[in-house]
Nanobody
Framework: QLVESGGALVQPGGSLRLTCAAS????????IAWFRQAPGKEREGVSCISSSDGRTDYADSVKGRFTIDRDNANNTVYLQMNNLKPEDTAIYYC???????????????????????WGQGTQVTVSS
């Protein structure tokens, strides 16, 4: 189960921190990713983190502005979003997938594909 929170209306240049609380993992490793979907656009991967070693991946559009980190003890992942732009406006979804293989988890993050567990989404609106 994945529960997102933290979405809000923010002005351009502002910051937000999204939270994904995860539960129910049974395998050794998992990947947790943030995706977003803007009106009329396809869903895109934003950032991802591996539980095995903390390896992270980012979409080019958010590199240098967004940071993903985790609290493994509480199975919580955060997305710190700085210098927000109007084009960051979207519903942000948390997604997760488990595996017994670290290689598989890394591939999930690198490709932003193969995630089968999804949260309900949280709205982020960047507007003046």
């Amino acid at each position: 189960q994945l529960v997102e929170s933290g979405g809000a209306l923010v002005q351009p240049g502002g910051s937000l921190r999204l939270t994904c609380a995860a539960s129910g993992f049974t395998q050794d490793y998992h990947a947790i990713a943030w995706f977003r979907q803007a009106p009329g656009k396809e869903r895109e991967g934003v950032s991802c983190i591996s539980s095995s070693d903390g390896r992270t991946d980012y979409a080019d559009s958010v590199k240098g502005r967004f940071t993903i980190d985790r609290d493994n003890a509480n199975n919580t992942v955060y997305l710190q979003m700085n210098n927000l732009k109007p084009e960051d406006t979207a519903i942000y979804y948390c997604a997760a997938e488990e595996s017994i293989s670290t290689t598989t988890v890394h591939a999930l993050c690198f490709m932003f594909r193969g995630f089968n567990s999804w949260g309900q989404g949280t709205q982020v609106t960047v507007s003046s």
